[in-house]
Every structure is written in structure tokens, then in C-alpha cells.
């Protein structure tokens, strides 16, 4: 039975070999059983985690292409499944003893490589070197032993770390809200503590209901103790089992509490007390003061904040209209509930900045009166601060930093304000890209099992020309990124080490041969081709073909045939049946983006003012600027301050259009440390087309890798 199981296995991996986000997930469900289930039996049938499975198999194939084909040896990585040729090298290497390179030279048949051996180079066993080096490591190791028993004996504490992992839900009705609620409350009252480092409950929530082992969940969260329970709530009476564990398995404390609901709050308090006790953490006299901290006496108010919190830190606008409703409601029956007031102000400020929303709109306002009562209330409430900080990105650049800094100073802990002072460093009036690196270290580090927080990490690995390192990263936590995401930064990897975009192109066309009906891909040759090959007739053919596979892709689609005038294909597109299908919101965009790109400036300001809560900076500041309306752009700039990846890419296209040069390069000059809205996208623009043979702007391209080409009107041929 097993031998069957494993064959199908195999059969299913062979089949996806050259996708190198194939694993466990994908492999679950193609089996039709569960990511756990699938672990389990892969492990049973092969004694090998499904990853080594994988990897072992791409690696097994690939040293038969090495032999049997003239491909070369990045050409076979890719094929294979490997991301990088590098990495591919790397893990060659380590199962078979020698390089591929060196394999494929070598007069070794497939029959003589054997894996964890080198086979090709041998040597006596006790040769006199071997005796003497034997000695030396028995000597070594009884002297370890006896420093290691030494040490335990001693028991020297461990590095001071933890991760709260979502405790179990054993009540009879489904309560799994109340449950993480208290779990991330007690995580919330340890991360306050300056000695402690505590992971974000985003990266310990990937272990619910995991069949890992403590030690393996405490080595991948890179912590050296645990927190897990279990709450039964029934009849308003609560049951709660928590029980702190090392990295090594071994028990630290545990106890249970049988109590009222009314006193959840005290349970939790002392939960957080009795583990720095444990720890033997020094607390000073303010941070006893957090750890009894009583946030609200009306458990009603209670049980709504509990109730409206966002599960998995969820960005989806029901749950955030939720969460802001239920607080609202928490706060009219405790006007004191500073909690409930910053989670009104963090729920309007991700609405507000998410869908670049202007200052004078309600979710706006909200996000800053809510974070200012809650500092009226207590000026240390660092989730304040946070916010506040976020909502002055682009206004006002002191006033943002200085809150961020209250923000860590009060809550070094916060991953996600980490996350976000790295992207202030990249963006303010004087970027830092070391301390951009700095605080994108710390956040991967609170939460190792952040794609966003990965991915923001990576790209200041690259600025600061740390690319093994990110490469290498790359390799272990790829898994976490979208696929958007790991392409980019591939891409823009290669482009990096090789100073050309030469070498990402002609990967990404060598997937696309080999994935010809994958509509990603063809989205983003077609992006090549616009931004690096500079032909727009291959482009669309791409953007064409990835839209038919792909209907999301139809925007890409239609910017192309109106920013290189392709009027009448656009016009036959609004005509279809899938384009009268889509919502009107989406139509009303559309028919402003022809209007623009045609140059009807007041018939697409017309379809702003119809619909303004639909256009944002981008398009209501181009269409000002294109009628020559200086003051409502300046209105616009001071409405919509938010600042997010394109914003700079943005205000360069406006400062074309205005003929103020010198700030349109100010601004392309700052889109170099944007991770999407960079040069070689916004350099594409027809906006910018007037500066493209100014020597200026020639060397713009040049610095970053793009081949220059005079004109539009010479990379454009009719269809």
C-alpha cells in the first residue's frame, strides 16, 4: 500500500517538476488529502519530509539531463525546479559530492554517482592523519560532555524568547474568536517588556492545529520557549490549561484556571506574570504596572472588542467594518477603552490608506480622532502611536518619524511597526537603506512567517548589495511569498548582480516556453517586452494572450492599447460582453483611462466628478495637470498624502505633464528604492515621452539598466 502511495507521489512530482512553487500544499491536493495528512504519509511510506522527497527527485533528474542533454546547467536548474542555478549548485553539491559543472565534465556515468558520497575521489580509511584526527575528536568529545553536563546542571537560562501559539478551543460551541483573542492578549502584555522577544502572533498562528513537535515549532520560530493552552467557555464559567515549554521539550510550568468570564482579564494578567516569573525577568515598576493592567471593568464592552478583532490580521472590508462596529459598540459602553479606540483607529487607517481614500474622508478622520482620543486617555498606548505615524506617511515626514520612534520605544515588539518604519526609511526626505535594513531584520525576526514582512526584507537586502544574502533567504523562505512577489524579486535580483535585465528576460521567455498556457507569465513577458525589449507589438500580443487565459489581466491589456494609442482595439474591448459584465465601478475607470489616454481631459475630469470616491491621487492629479490646472493639483497633493509604492512613480508623471523637470527627476530619482513603481515601469509612460532624448533622461535609463530608444513612435507599429 505504501509502495503505491509513494508511486503516485512520484508521479504527481514528476509532473510539476519545473514549478518551483511546488510543495506540500500543492502536493496535498492533488493527493485530495489534507497539507498534515499528506506530511504524515509521505514521511511513513519514504522516512523523508515531503521536501527532501521533492528536492531529492528534482535533483535525481537532473543529474540524468546533466548527462543526456547539452542544456546548460541553469538552463537544467530551471527545469528542474530550482528557482536559482546558484541554490541548484549549492544542493547538488550537498546530496551528491560534486559540482554539476564539474559532474558533466568528469567521465562519471549516472549508475556511479550515489548520493551523500564522493565517489569520484577516495582515500585510505586509517591513513596516520585519519588515527591522529579520530583521537582528537573522542577527546573533544568527552571534554564537551562534561561541559555540557556542567552547563545543565547549572541550568544557565535560555535566551529570552517566545511565541504564543493560538491556544485550542475545546468549548462546546465554537468560540475559536474568544480563544485567540486570549492568546494574542497575553502575547500583547509580554511583548511590552524590553527583555523579551516575542513573536508576532501571524507567524505562530501557522502552527495551529500543527502535528509539529515544540522543538520544531520553536526552531522555525527561532524562539527558545513556548506558550500553548486550551479554553473551555460554557454557562459564562471559563477553563483554561497553559503550559510554557522550552526548545527542548522539556516542561516549565503549567496550570489551569477555572473562573468566572468576568474575570478573563485576571486569568490573563497573571498568565503573563507567572511567565516572567518563570523567565526571572527583572521587570521595572512601569512594566509591572503593563503586566496588571486592567483595560476595561465592563465585560460587555470586553467580549465586543474580543468578538470584532481581526482573525489572522485579515485586510478583507466586511472585517474591518466589523471590527470597527463592534469596538464603536465597546466604547459607547466604556468611553475609557483605549484598546477599543485603537483598533476604530487601525481598522479606518488600513481602509483609508489600502484604497487611497483623501484626507477629508471619513475613514481618514476616524483613523486620527480615534488614535487621539486613545493618547488622551494613555499617552503610551503604542498602538497609537503606530497608527499615527502611518497616517502623517507623505504629510508630514518629522511628524511620522517621531511617532514611529514612540511607537518602538513603547512596543519593540511590534513587528508590523518595524515593517513600516523600514518602509518610512526608504521613503522619506532622506532615505536610509541601513536603517530600512535594520527594521526589516527586526520584523522578519518577531515574524518569520510574514510573506509581506519577507518581501520587504529581501528588497533592502538588495538595495544595500547584500544579494547572497538574499538570495539565500530567498531559498529558505521563498514559500512565503505570492507569486507576484518571488517573480519580482527574482527578476530583480538578476538585474542586480548582472547590471542588465538582459538575463530576467530571457528566463522569464525560457518559462514561458515550457508553460506556454500560463497567464502569469505572459503578463510579465509582456511587461518585458514594453519595458526592456522595447517592442510593443510583442507586448500586446502577450497582454492579449494573458488576458484570454486569464480575464484579470484585462487591465494590463487595455493600458497597453490605450497608452500606445491603439484606440479602436480599446473601443471593440469596451464593446464586449465580458467588459458590459464588469461592475460599473470597474466600466466608469475604464472609460476614464480611454478618455485620458485620447486626450478628452474634461470628458474623463466629467467621469472623476461623477464618481469621486472611485479616483484617487493618480488620476484625478494627471487630469489636472493635463488641463493646466495648477491649484487643483496642489489640492489634490495635499488631499491624498498617502504614500504607497507608487506614489513617487505617480508624481513623476505629473511633474512631466507640468513641464517641471527638475522635479520629475527629483522623483524618478526616488522611485529607485520602490519595490513596484520603479523606472523601468514608469519610464514607459507616455507622459514622459517628451524627455526621452534629454541626456538627463538617458542616463537615467542607464543607471538602471534600460536599453534607450528615442521616440514611442520608433517601437510602434500599427496592429
Not at 512553487?21 to 522516512?47: C, I, M, P
Not at 568527552?142 to 547549572?154: A, R
Not at 526608504?426 to 525576526?445: E, G, N, Y
Request: proline share 3%; aromatic share 14%; hydrophobic share 40%.
Amino acid at each position: 500500500m505504501s509502495q503505491l502511495f509513494i508511486d503516485q507521489v512520484r508521479a504527481i512530482v514528476l509532473d510539476n517538476l519545473s514549478n518551483d512553487k511546488f510543495g506540500a500544499k500543492e502536493l496535498a491536493s492533488k493527493l485530495g488529502l489534507s497539507t498534515s495528512q499528506t506530511l504524515r504519509k509521505v514521511k511513513a511510506a519514504s522516512n523523508k519530509s515531503v521536501n527532501q522527497y521533492i528536492r531529492e527527485l528534482r535533483l535525481e533528474n537532473a543529474a540524468k539531463l546533466i548527462k543526456k542533454t547539452d542544456d546548460t546547467i541553469a538552463e537544467i536548474s530551471y527545469k528542474v525546479g530550482f528557482g536559482s542555478p546558484s541554490y541548484f549548485n549549492k544542493a547538488f553539491v550537498k546530496y551528491y559530492g560534486i559540482a554539476p559543472g564539474e559532474y558533466k565534465t568528469k567521465s562519471l556515468k549516472l549508475s556511479d554517482l550515489k548520493p551523500n558520497e564522493v565517489t569520484y575521489k577516495t582515500r585510505p580509511l586509517l591513513s596516520k592523519k585519519n588515527i591522529f584526527y579520530s583521537i582528537a575528536l573522542m577527546l573533544m568529545a568527552v571534554v564537551m560532555f562534561f561541559v555540557i553536563t556542567n552547563s545543565l546542571s547549572n541550568k544557565s537560562p535560555l535566551q529570552n524568547s517566545i511565541a504564543v501559539l493560538p491556544f485550542k478551543d475545546l468549548s462546546p460551541v465554537d468560540t475559536q474568536w474568544f480563544c485567540d483573542g486570549v492568546s494574542e492578549n497575553i502575547l500583547h502584555s509580554l511583548a511590552q517588556i524590553k527583555g523579551l522577544s516575542v513573536t508576532s502572533f501571524t507567524s505562530s498562528s501557522t502552527f495551529r492545529d500543527s502535528d509539529k513537535q515544540i522543538p520544531q515549532i520553536a526552531k522555525e520560530l527561532g524562539v527558545s520557549y513556548i506558550l500553548e493552552g486550551s479554553v473551555v467557555m460554557h454557562d459564562g464559567k471559563i477553563k483554561i490549561l497553559t503550559q510554557l515549554i522550552d526548545a527542548n521539550d522539556q516542561h516549565v510550568w503549567s496550570k489551569e484556571y477555572n473562573d468566572d468570564f468576568e474575570n478573563i482579564i485576571d486569568v490573563q494578567n497573571n498568565v503573563a506574570q507567572e511567565i516572567m516569573k518563570q523567565l526571572e525577568i527583572t521587570l521595572s515598576p512601569e512594566e509591572s504596572k503593563t503586566l496588571k493592567h486592567y483595560p476595561t471593568e465592563n465585560m460587555e464592552a470586553y467580549n465586543l472588542h474580543m468578538e470584532g478583532r481581526l482573525i489572522n490580521e485579515s485586510m478583507r472590508w466586511e472585517d474591518l467594518q466589523k471590527n470597527i462596529e463592534y469596538n464603536k459598540s465597546a466604547v459607547l459602553l466604556d468611553s475609557n477603552f483605549v484598546d477599543a479606540y485603537t483598533e476604530v483607529a487601525t481598522s479606518n487607517m488600513l481602509l483609508a490608506i489600502t484604497r487611497d481614500v483623501s484626507a477629508n474622508h471619513k475613514w481618514a478622520k476616524e483613523a486620527i480622532t480615534y488614535a487621539d482620543k486613545a493618547l488622551e486617555i494613555n499617552p503610551k498606548s503604542a498602538r497609537a502611536y503606530a497608527v499615527k505615524a502611518r497616517m502623517f506617511l507623505g504629510n508630514d515626514w518629522d511628524k511620522s518619524k517621531e511617532y514611529f520612534q514612540k511607537a518602538i520605544n513603547l512596543n519593540p515588539n511590534d513587528a508590523e511597526t518595524h515593517y513600516w518604519y523600514a518602509f518610512y526609511s526608504l521613503r522619506s526626505d532622506d532615505p536610509d537603506i541601513k536603517k530600512a535594513l535594520q527594521h526589516a531584520t527586526i520584523a522578519v525576526k518577531l515574524s518569520p512567517f510574514s510573506g509581506v514582512f519577507a518581501e520587504r526584507y529581501i528588497w533592502t537586502l538588495m538595495l544595500n548589495k547584500k544579494y547572497d544574502d538574499a538570495e539565500d533567504y530567498m531559498n529558505d523562505y521563498g514559500f512565503l511569498l505570492s507569486e507576484q512577489s518571488d517573480f519580482i524579486l527574482k527578476t530583480r535580483l538578476m538585474s542586480l548582480k548582472t547590471e542588465s535585465w538582459a538575463t530576467a528576460f530571457s528566463w522569464t521567455l525560457d518559462r514561458l516556453k515550457r508553460e506556454p498556457e500560463n497567464a502569469f507569465l505572459h503578463r510579465w513577458a509582456s511587461a518585458g517586452y514594453e519595458q526592456i525589449a522595447q517592442d510593443i507589438n510583442q507586448s500586446l500580443i502577450h497582454a492579449k494572450k494573458a488576458y484570454e487565459l486569464d480575464h484579470k489581466y484585462f487591465h494590463n491589456y487595455f493600458y497597453l492599447l490605450v497608452n500606445n494609442k491603439f484606440f479602436k482595439e480599446a473601443e471593440i474591448q469596451m464593446q464586449t460582453e465580458e467588459f458590459l459584465n464588469l461592475p460599473s465601478a470597474q466600466q466608469f475607470y475604464y472609460s476614464w483611462m480611454y478618455n485620458y489616454y485620447k486626450g478628452n481631459y474634461y470628458e474623463a475630469l466629467k467621469i472623476i466628478k461623477n464618481n469621486p470616491d472611485l479616483f484617487g491621487y493618480s488620476e484625478q492629479s494627471k487630469t489636472y495637470a493635463q488641463l493646466g490646472d495648477i491649484t487643483k493639483v496642489d489640492s489634490v497633493n495635499k488631499l491624498f498624502y498617502f504614500y504607497g509604492e507608487h506614489k513617487n512613480q505617480w508624481k513623476a508623471e505629473v511633474q512631466a505633464i507640468l513641464k517641471k523637470e527638475d522635479s520629475m527627476y527629483y522623483y524618478l530619482d526616488k522611485t529607485k528604492f520602490a519595490f513596484t513603481g520603479t523606472v523601468i515601469a514608469v519610464c514607459a509612460s507616455r507622459d514622459l515621452a517628451p524627455y526621452r532624448n534629454e541626456e538627463r533622461f538617458k542616463a537615467l535609463l542607464k543607471d538602471h539598466f534600460i536599453p534607450y530608444t528615442p521616440t514611442f513612435e520608433d517601437i510602434v507599429t500599427p496592429l
